[in-house]
């Protein structure tokens, strides 16, 4: 009895540590390997039979075939199983058909030595050389005795959880437009890997699935993956830069730990919540953008970071507790945020043991604006519905207004447009010119007498005169003059000829008159 327990104890141990999967038949590959299938509905799957040591019987390149031959039948491959390949330390290259539908979980999972992966187009025809580095291919078969990438066939819709992980010496993976999913740790540990591309067929990256992928430089996302798992690029050393899709509402726990050459990121408004220590070690990160979409920031989001200057788009950020347990606080250098948002920044952010540098965005242009002549009319910036002229626009819309017996005459910028928009480019200041209006009356009237007579304006009223201002026809004012009685005599030798415009204030009001010299 002792005898026979010790066989079935082994047997015990070896399915605990590698997938334990009866098969139905075995037959010889292309590449003239023994590979063992199960037959389900018609179709073949290639899986791992026992004992242990199967995955040290592969050398070199692999062909799987797109069918095999059992007792007078004839079954498509169209699925890789479950671990079928784990531990394969010397198996550089596999053609896979393009009648696979599934690359099962753990599929090639520590293959170190693997280089290579193509897509079958016909009848693949083994080379036996080792060294990769071409590919032929003719109407009917395809000569396999060399590659650089990973091609994952077109039939593909699921790359299951840990099917390349470990596979540390691939370079570069086409993942094909057929592929809806890509599973936990699907690639992780491809220490080798410098280019993946991911088609928009692709809804979810699972966790981890592409940790620790030390050497990949650049992946572009498409817009169609709504969910990228925790920790997704953890230790993707060599990422310099990221865009999240717009599909993407959360960024996951731990999804950019150690991303430590990632230097710019694009957060899209979409995004709603920050996870855990998703930036966290992210040391070549000095600026980053965060929407004000974003409610929820995790705790160590940005721990071990040092952030130049972050851009806010809060109106009311949100609470000090979230934004110091993310390290957003303690990281950050200067935080760009809303004009007219300080009074809340400082009022939720500040205490009384520490402070943080703001910086309002669009208060970086002042506008000065008046009325040549305050008594002749008014100048103001009108106010504008839902904004500042000193916030981002750096816009103002500008009014005149003129007083009774007045009218707006132009901007000291020359532009007659009342009211005006001003575009404003730095610091500026702007002046309302007013002038007196004039009539076309009689230079004799019934109570005031006003003519030029050898260089001199005589005035003689019936009324009380108070003063006299004498303007060129701009309105710019050129002469005043203080009276005290019905009769004043004014020189104006020196003026030029010309058309000028004499304003009297009378005990019956005021009189405007134009006269020529």
Same mark, same amino acid.
């Given at each position: 009895m002792k005898h026979l327990l010790l066989p079935i104890l082994t047997l015990v141990t070896i399915c605990l540590t590698l997938p334990c999967q009866a098969y139905d038949f075995s037959a010889v590959s292309p590449s003239g390997h023994t590979l063992?299938?199960?037959?389900?509905?018609?179709?073949?799957?290639?899986?791992?039979?026992?004992?242990?040591?199967?995955?040290?019987?592969?050398?070199?390149?692999?062909?799987?075939?797109?069918?095999?031959?059992?007792?007078?039948?004839?079954?498509?491959?169209?699925?890789?199983?479950?671990?079928?390949?784990?531990? !394969?330390?010397?198996?550089?290259?596999?053609?896979?058909?393009?009648?696979?539908?599934?690359?099962?979980?753990?599929?090639?999972?520590? !293959?170190?030595?693997?280089?290579? &992966?193509?897509? @079958?187009?016909?009848?693949?025809?083994?080379?036996?050389?080792?060294?990769?580095?071409?590919?032929?291919?003719t109407s009917s078969n395809t000569l396999m005795f060399g590659c650089s990438s990973t091609i994952i066939?077109?039939?593909?819709?699921?790359?299951?959880?840990?099917?390349?992980?470990? !596979?540390?010496?691939?370079?570069?993976?086409?993942?094909?437009?057929?592929?809806?999913?890509?599973?936990?740790?699907?690639?992780?540990y491809c220490t080798s890997l410098i280019s993946v591309n991911i088609p928009n067929s692709v809804t979810t990256i699972g966790q981890e699935a592409f940790w620790n992928c030390s050497t990949l430089t650049g992946i572009t996302i498409p817009n169609s993956v709504t969910t990228i798992g925790d920790r997704a690029f953890k230790s993707c050393t060599n990422i310099a830069s990221f865009d999240i899709p717009t599909s993407v509402t959360t960024i996951n726990n731990g999804t950019f730990y150690g991303c430590l050459s990632m230097a710019s990121i694009h957060i899209p408004n979409s995004v709603t919540v920050i996870g855990n220590s998703a930036f966290s070690s992210c040391r070549a990160l000095t600026n980053i953008s965060i929407p004000s979409s974003v409610f929820s920031i995790g705790e160590n989001a940005f721990n071990d970071c040092t952030l130049d200057t972050v851009t806010l788009f809060?109106?009311?950020?949100?609470?000090?507790?979230?934004?110091?347990?993310?390290?957003?606080?303690?990281?950050?250098?200067?935080?760009?945020?809303? !004009?007219?948002? &300080?009074?809340?920044?400082?009022?939720?952010?500040?205490? @009384?043991?520490?402070?943080?540098?703001?910086?309002?965005?669009?208060?970086?242009?002042?506008?000065?604006?008046?009325?040549?002549?305050?008594?002749w009319g008014t100048a103001s910036i009108i106010p504008q519905e839902g904004s500042n002229i000193r916030c981002s626009d750096s816009t103002a819309i500008i009014q005149a207004i003129a007083n009774d017996g007045y009218r707006f005459s132009h901007w000291d910028n020359g532009d007659t447009i009342n009211p005006d928009t001003l575009h404003l480019v730095g610091d500026s200041s702007v002046t309302a010119i007013f002038a007196p209006i004039i009539g076309v009356e009689d230079v004799v009237m019934s109570d005031l007498q006003v003519y030029i007579h050898d260089g001199q304006v005589i005035i003689n009223g019936e009324c009380a005169i108070r003063d006299v201002q004498i303007y060129d026809i701009s309105g710019k004012l050129l002469k005043a003059v203080k009276v005290e009685g019905d009769h004043a005599v004014i020189d104006i030798t020196h003026f030029a000829a010309g058309v000028y415009i004499v304003r009297a204030d009378t005990a019956n009001g005021p009189v405007t008159l134009k006269v020529a010299r």
């Amino acid at each position: 009895m002792k005898h026979l327990l010790l066989p079935i104890l082994t047997l015990v141990t070896i399915c605990l540590t590698l997938p334990c999967q009866a098969y139905d038949f075995s037959a010889v590959s292309p590449s003239g390997h023994t590979l063992y299938y199960t037959a389900v509905n018609g179709e073949a799957q290639v899986v791992a039979p026992l004992p242990s040591s199967y995955g040290n019987n592969f050398t070199g390149n692999l062909v799987i075939p797109d069918s095999v031959h059992h007792d007078s039948l004839t079954y498509p491959v169209t699925a890789i199983g479950v671990g079928t390949f784990q531990y !394969c330390h010397y198996l550089t290259g596999v053609t896979i058909p393009n009648t696979v539908t599934t690359i099962g979980s753990d599929a090639f999972y520590s !293959c170190s030595s693997l280089v290579s &992966m193509i897509v @079958s187009t016909g009848n693949p025809v083994f080379d036996s050389r080792n060294n990769c580095n071409a590919i032929i291919e003719t109407s009917s078969n395809t000569l396999m005795f060399g590659c650089s990438s990973t091609i994952i066939p077109n039939t593909v819709t699921s790359i299951g959880d840990l099917a390349f992980s470990g !596979c540390s010496s691939l370079t570069n993976i086409s993942i094909p437009n057929s592929v809806t999913s890509i599973g936990n740790k699907a690639f992780a540990y491809c220490t080798s890997l410098i280019s993946v591309n991911i088609p928009n067929s692709v809804t979810t990256i699972g966790q981890e699935a592409f940790w620790n992928c030390s050497t990949l430089t650049g992946i572009t996302i498409p817009n169609s993956v709504t969910t990228i798992g925790d920790r997704a690029f953890k230790s993707c050393t060599n990422i310099a830069s990221f865009d999240i899709p717009t599909s993407v509402t959360t960024i996951n726990n731990g999804t950019f730990y150690g991303c430590l050459s990632m230097a710019s990121i694009h957060i899209p408004n979409s995004v709603t919540v920050i996870g855990n220590s998703a930036f966290s070690s992210c040391r070549a990160l000095t600026n980053i953008s965060i929407p004000s979409s974003v409610f929820s920031i995790g705790e160590n989001a940005f721990n071990d970071c040092t952030l130049d200057t972050v851009t806010l788009f809060w109106e009311i950020p949100i609470s000090q507790s979230l934004a110091y347990a993310s390290q957003l606080l303690s990281n950050t250098n200067v935080f760009s945020i809303p !004009c007219g948002s &300080m009074y809340y920044y400082t009022l939720l952010w500040n205490t @009384s043991y520490s402070s943080h540098n703001y910086l309002e965005r669009g208060v970086d242009f002042q506008l000065d604006i008046s009325a040549y002549e305050s008594t002749w009319g008014t100048a103001s910036i009108i106010p504008q519905e839902g904004s500042n002229i000193r916030c981002s626009d750096s816009t103002a819309i500008i009014q005149a207004i003129a007083n009774d017996g007045y009218r707006f005459s132009h901007w000291d910028n020359g532009d007659t447009i009342n009211p005006d928009t001003l575009h404003l480019v730095g610091d500026s200041s702007v002046t309302a010119i007013f002038a007196p209006i004039i009539g076309v009356e009689d230079v004799v009237m019934s109570d005031l007498q006003v003519y030029i007579h050898d260089g001199q304006v005589i005035i003689n009223g019936e009324c009380a005169i108070r003063d006299v201002q004498i303007y060129d026809i701009s309105g710019k004012l050129l002469k005043a003059v203080k009276v005290e009685g019905d009769h004043a005599v004014i020189d104006i030798t020196h003026f030029a000829a010309g058309v000028y415009i004499v304003r009297a204030d009378t005990a019956n009001g005021p009189v405007t008159l134009k006269v020529a010299r």
